[in-house]
């Protein structure tokens, strides 16, 4: 879906979600450990944030 017609309909980016937490595992070598997403449309900012399981001691 592409980014108007997401701000249209009201959806976030959520809707791939597995597509950037694959990405975000590849690029840091982390598991992401959870994904929160949110949007204050009054105010139009959103943010998504991505939690990572800690890196290996050692």
Avoid: H, K, W
Wanted: charged share 30%.
């Amino acid at each position: 879906m592409s980014t108007s017609a997401c701000a249209t309909c009201g959806c976030s980016f959520s809707t791939r979600e597995s597509d950037f937490r694959e990405l975000v595992e590849r690029i840091t070598g982390r598991r992401v450990r959870a994904f929160v997403s949110g949007r204050d449309a009054a105010q139009d900012v959103s943010c998504e944030v991505f939690y990572l399981e800690p890196r290996n001691a050692g």
